[in-house]
Structure formats: structure tokens, C-alpha cells
């Protein structure tokens, strides 16, 4: 039976509260699991995660809806691709990106790190299969502390092999965002995957069994910058898991007559057994605190049982602590900052992909040299042409140039066919009598145009250099 089902009298948890002390980063933590509102709000949370792992396989259009082409500098997302010209939308994203993890932190503190991080989120599956498996936390110590026997071996074989299980899926996984995913299954099994995938493969194995499986949460409190960074987004009006002093003190454990005397707070412990980080709200905010909720859960169940309100661990602001009422969000300064950056963020996000051409067209005039006089008189100028087909189809396109008197590309117009998804460079010769040239530099445009459909019509200003003007 799972230690969750055994929740016991408060004596029982009293004897257990021996085993659970605050975190000093010396050893593994044993956190306590406990069913509750907040448990269920990060079981929601971590469900989400399970897209990763099934992002790859979806198809679109006949083609991997979501996939980094690293090789030809593309990231398609469903209809979508981006190339390296449109990365400023990507830069938008993720200042948007930043601007959440920033409000949501002067909100409600570091939720992001509670509920939906991938460190917390890996480290809580594979607590959980600790748990499953090897019993509760007083019953973890004792196996780490037991000789080695046949079923010491046996549970620790069991849980290993499948923490590394799903580090191996979570490490191919995201190999497969940059590859077909299909294959790189099939060329992983039959041990011909390029080095880079075994080099991603291995790392990921090395960083998920390591940082989930052994360091946990002590990542949150001594590896994790965003853990030195959030101080300065708090404010008096974040809510975070607070333990309301008035009320919970004097603290004291549940002893007839005398405990009427006391705050709510029986130290009991549990709090600080529960916390995935070990540190003990009842000191006050701390830098390990990671907002997950657990301690309220635990203190919340306390409460019920010793007929209190539930409460005294809760999410709460400083101000709210001295009795002061929240102003609305759209009064606070931080939240107005953070908003206003974030809207403007979606804003570009959605103009410029609603704006991204499906062809892009760049002319570069041959500077060594200028321009070349033929025998007959003629000048010429070289340009070197890079036409980019964003579109998932194979185009028949056109170039010919307009706002040119005189001025003519060598050979007519160039129809070339551009292939779907792919940059063609060519090169193209204009050339001009020199009487019909009124100055060194005449103004002349490009204009590539599909042949069909869809209708594409991309223009580019040049010039023809030529030694003078008539
Ligand atoms: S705050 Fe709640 S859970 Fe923590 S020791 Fe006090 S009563 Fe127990
Ligand atoms: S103190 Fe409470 S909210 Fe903070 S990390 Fe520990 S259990 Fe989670």
C-alpha cells in the first residue's frame, strides 16, 4: 500500500517527523507523497509533458508537423516554416516566452518551477516510481541503509532499469525533432544512427538519470540561475506558499489543556516532509522554495485533523499577511511592464506570420568588376540571384527586371523552377547600349513572378553600373 493511504493519527505522524529534517544539500531527499489539491494541480501539469514525448509523430500534410531542419536551416510547425530570414519571429517568441515566466513569477512566484519545469516534472515521475517501488520515504532510508541482499538488488535493478528507460525515450525523443522521427527509431534500433544522435542520445540518458533520478530538486535549489534571478521579480504582492505566523504561533505539539494555549501550528513536521526541496516554510520564504504546494497539502490535512481551519500554510502575499487587501493586477507596475512587452510581442508574432512571403528574392550586384564593356560596345553587369521557395510545393518562376530603359537581361527573361523548401542561387547578365544610359548608375528592379499558381510577385531594387551616363 502506497504511503498515501496510510495516513495515521497525529502521534503516528509525530514518530514519523523524526526522519524528516531540513535540506542542506549533504544528501538525497525523501520527500513524503500526499494526495491533495496542489498533488493533483502538478499530476495535471505533468500530463501536459506527454506531448513531448508524442510531438514528433505527428504528421502534416504528409511531413513531420513539427521539425528543426537543421541541415537546410528550416523549422517547419505544421504549415508553417520558418527560415533563418524570418528569425526575428522566433526572437519574439521567445521574449514572449520571458515575459510570461516573468509575470507569472511576480504573481504567484516560482509556479513555473512547482508545476511545469521538466527538472521538477522528470524528478516527481521518477519519485514516484521510487515510491511505487521501493516504499515509503522511512522505508527508502532503511533500503539505502541495508546491506546488499537478493531483494535490495532485486528493487534497485527494477528501479534503475526503468528511470533509464525513460531517460533513453526522453533523450531519443528529442533527437527526433530534429530527424524524421520514424527513422531515427528504425536507425537507433539497427545501431546506425550518425554520431550526433548518440552524442544527444547519450547526453540526454546522462542528464535525465542524473539530475531526475539523483540530484532531484537539488537542482532547483543550487544548479538552477532562474533560482538567483527571481528574487527581483517578487514583490509585496506575490503570493507565494506562506506560513501565516500570527495564527500557526506559538507552536507546539498537540498535548491536552496546554495546546489551547498554543497557535494552530502542532509541529507536526510534515511540511517539511513533504517538500521536495526540504526546507521548512515555517522560517519564512526561502530561495530552495520552488511554490509547489506541497506543505499546504500536508498542513491543509493537519488542520482537518485537529478540527482547525485549513489555511495556515497558504498562498498568500506579503501584504496580505499585514492585513493589507491586493490591488487588481492591472494596478500593479511589474504586471503592467510585463503585459505591455508580451502584448507586443504576440502582436509582431502575428503580423509577421501572417506576412511571411512564400517566396523571398535577394539580387547581389558582382562588385569585382562593376560592369564589363564587350567588344561591340556593350555593357555588362553580373548579379548573383538567390530565390527562396518557403512553400511545400515545386514552382515555375519567371525573373525579368522593369524600370530600365535600355537596359535588358542577356538572353531574355529566365524562367527557372524552384524547388519546395529550397534556396536556388543563380547568376544573370543585364546588359545596355552605352547611348541609352543617361547616368553611371541607372536605377533598375527585378521582378520574380510564379508561372501559375499561387500568384507570386516579389520585386528587388538594384542598379547598372556603367562607366558614364550619355
Ligand atoms: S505548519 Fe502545519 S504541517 Fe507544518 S508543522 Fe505546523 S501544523 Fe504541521
Ligand atoms: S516550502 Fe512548500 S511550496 Fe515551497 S517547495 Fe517546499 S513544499 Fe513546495
Given at each position: 500500500m502506497s504511503e498515501e493511504n496510510k495516513q495515521g493519527s497525529i502521534e503516528d505522524i509525530y514518530a514519523d517527523a523524526a526522519h524528516w529534517h531540513v535540506n542542506t544539500g549533504g544528501e538525497t531527499i525523501h520527500a513524503k507523497r500526499m494526495p491533495g489539491r496542489f498533488r493533483n494541480y502538478k499530476w495535471y501539469a505533468s500530463i501536459l509533458w506527454l506531448l513531448y514525448f508524442i510531438g514528433p509523430y505527428f504528421r502534416w500534410d504528409g511531413q513531420q508537423a513539427i521539425f528543426f531542419d537543421i541541415p537546410h536551416r528550416q523549422f517547419h510547425m505544421f504549415s508553417l516554416t520558418v527560415w533563418p530570414q524570418d528569425i526575428w519571429v522566433l526572437s519574439l517568441v521567445l521574449i514572449l516566452l520571458a515575459m510570461t515566466l516573468f509575470g507569472v513569477t511576480a504573481v504567484a512566484g516560482r509556479v513555473w518551477c512547482g508545476y511545469f519545469c521538466f527538472q521538477t516534472v522528470w524528478t516527481d515521475w521518477f519519485t514516484w516510481l521510487e515510491d511505487k517501488i521501493e516504499g515509503n520515504p522511512i522505508q527508502r532510508r532503511k533500503l539505502d541503509a541495508a546491506p546488499w541482499d537478493a531483494r535490495k538488488i532485486r528493487l534497485k535493478l527494477f528501479k534503475h532499469t526503468l528511470w533509464m528507460l525513460i531517460a533513453i525515450v526522453t533523450g531519443i525523443t528529442f533527437a527526433a525533432y530534429f530527424t524524421d522521427a520514424f527513422d531515427l527509431w528504425h536507425r537507433y534500433l539497427t545501431l546506425d544512427a550518425p554520431l550526433v544522435?548518440?552524442?544527444?542520445?547519450?547526453?540526454?540518458?546522462f542528464g535525465t538519470y542524473?539530475?531526475?533520478?539523483?540530484?532531484?530538486?537539488?537542482?532547483?535549489f543550487w544548479l538552477c540561475p532562474y533560482a538567483r534571478i527571481q528574487s527581483v521579480m517578487l514583490d509585496k504582492d506575490t503570493e507565494l506558499p506562506t506560513y501565516d505566523t500570527k495564527r500557526g504561533e506559538p507552536r507546539g505539539k498537540v498535548r491536552g489543556k496546554e495546546s489551547e494555549k498554543r497557535g494552530d501550528c502542532i509541529d507536526c513536521h510534515l511540511c517539511v516532509g513533504v517538500c521536495p526541496t526540504g526546507v521548512d516554510i515555517r522560517e519564512g520564504m526561502q530561495e530552495g522554495c520552488i511554490s509547489c504546494g506541497m506543505c499546504i497539502d500536508a498542513c491543509d490535512s493537519i488542520m482537518d485533523k485537529v478540527n482547525r481551519p485549513r489555511g495556515l500554510i497558504r498562498y498568500a502575499s506579503e501584504k496580505e499577511m499585514m492585513g493589507i487587501s491586493l490591488p487588481p493586477l492591472f494596478k500593479r507596475p511589474r504586471v503592467i511592464a510585463y503585459s505591455t512587452i508580451f502584448l507586443l510581442a504576440v502582436t509582431g508574432i502575428i503580423y509577421g506570420l501572417s506576412h511571411i512571403p512564400p517566396v523571398e528574392l535577394s539580387v547581389v550586384h558582382e562588385r569585382q568588376p562593376l560592369f564589363i564593356q564587350m567588344s561591340n560596345g556593350d555593357i555588362h553587369n553580373k548579379y548573383?540571384?538567390?530565390?527562396?521557395?518557403?512553400?511545400?510545393?515545386?514552382?515555375?518562376?519567371?525573373?525579368?527586371?522593369?524600370?530600365?530603359?535600355g537596359v535588358e537581361i542577356v538572353g531574355g527573361s529566365q524562367e527557372v523552377v524552384l524547388q519546395a523548401g529550397r534556396l536556388l542561387p543563380f547568376s544573370v547578365f543585364l546588359s545596355a547600349k552605352p547611348a541609352a544610359l543617361k547616368e553611371k548608375k541607372t536605377k533598375i528592379r527585378f521582378i520574380l513572378e510564379n508561372i501559375g499558381t499561387p500568384a507570386v510577385k516579389i520585386e528587388y531594387k538594384s542598379v547598372f553600373m556603367s562607366p558614364s551616363g550619355s
Amino acid at each position: 500500500m502506497s504511503e498515501e493511504n496510510k495516513q495515521g493519527s497525529i502521534e503516528d505522524i509525530y514518530a514519523d517527523a523524526a526522519h524528516w529534517h531540513v535540506n542542506t544539500g549533504g544528501e538525497t531527499i525523501h520527500a513524503k507523497r500526499m494526495p491533495g489539491r496542489f498533488r493533483n494541480y502538478k499530476w495535471y501539469a505533468s500530463i501536459l509533458w506527454l506531448l513531448y514525448f508524442i510531438g514528433p509523430y505527428f504528421r502534416w500534410d504528409g511531413q513531420q508537423a513539427i521539425f528543426f531542419d537543421i541541415p537546410h536551416r528550416q523549422f517547419h510547425m505544421f504549415s508553417l516554416t520558418v527560415w533563418p530570414q524570418d528569425i526575428w519571429v522566433l526572437s519574439l517568441v521567445l521574449i514572449l516566452l520571458a515575459m510570461t515566466l516573468f509575470g507569472v513569477t511576480a504573481v504567484a512566484g516560482r509556479v513555473w518551477c512547482g508545476y511545469f519545469c521538466f527538472q521538477t516534472v522528470w524528478t516527481d515521475w521518477f519519485t514516484w516510481l521510487e515510491d511505487k517501488i521501493e516504499g515509503n520515504p522511512i522505508q527508502r532510508r532503511k533500503l539505502d541503509a541495508a546491506p546488499w541482499d537478493a531483494r535490495k538488488i532485486r528493487l534497485k535493478l527494477f528501479k534503475h532499469t526503468l528511470w533509464m528507460l525513460i531517460a533513453i525515450v526522453t533523450g531519443i525523443t528529442f533527437a527526433a525533432y530534429f530527424t524524421d522521427a520514424f527513422d531515427l527509431w528504425h536507425r537507433y534500433l539497427t545501431l546506425d544512427a550518425p554520431l550526433v544522435a548518440w552524442v544527444v542520445l547519450a547526453a540526454f540518458i546522462f542528464g535525465t538519470y542524473v539530475f531526475a533520478g539523483f540530484m532531484r530538486e537539488q537542482v532547483c535549489f543550487w544548479l538552477c540561475p532562474y533560482a538567483r534571478i527571481q528574487s527581483v521579480m517578487l514583490d509585496k504582492d506575490t503570493e507565494l506558499p506562506t506560513y501565516d505566523t500570527k495564527r500557526g504561533e506559538p507552536r507546539g505539539k498537540v498535548r491536552g489543556k496546554e495546546s489551547e494555549k498554543r497557535g494552530d501550528c502542532i509541529d507536526c513536521h510534515l511540511c517539511v516532509g513533504v517538500c521536495p526541496t526540504g526546507v521548512d516554510i515555517r522560517e519564512g520564504m526561502q530561495e530552495g522554495c520552488i511554490s509547489c504546494g506541497m506543505c499546504i497539502d500536508a498542513c491543509d490535512s493537519i488542520m482537518d485533523k485537529v478540527n482547525r481551519p485549513r489555511g495556515l500554510i497558504r498562498y498568500a502575499s506579503e501584504k496580505e499577511m499585514m492585513g493589507i487587501s491586493l490591488p487588481p493586477l492591472f494596478k500593479r507596475p511589474r504586471v503592467i511592464a510585463y503585459s505591455t512587452i508580451f502584448l507586443l510581442a504576440v502582436t509582431g508574432i502575428i503580423y509577421g506570420l501572417s506576412h511571411i512571403p512564400p517566396v523571398e528574392l535577394s539580387v547581389v550586384h558582382e562588385r569585382q568588376p562593376l560592369f564589363i564593356q564587350m567588344s561591340n560596345g556593350d555593357i555588362h553587369n553580373k548579379y548573383t540571384i538567390k530565390a527562396v521557395n518557403k512553400t511545400l510545393t515545386d514552382m515555375h518562376v519567371k525573373l525579368s527586371i522593369s524600370d530600365a530603359d535600355g537596359v535588358e537581361i542577356v538572353g531574355g527573361s529566365q524562367e527557372v523552377v524552384l524547388q519546395a523548401g529550397r534556396l536556388l542561387p543563380f547568376s544573370v547578365f543585364l546588359s545596355a547600349k552605352p547611348a541609352a544610359l543617361k547616368e553611371k548608375k541607372t536605377k533598375i528592379r527585378f521582378i520574380l513572378e510564379n508561372i501559375g499558381t499561387p500568384a507570386v510577385k516579389i520585386e528587388y531594387k538594384s542598379v547598372f553600373m556603367s562607366p558614364s551616363g550619355s
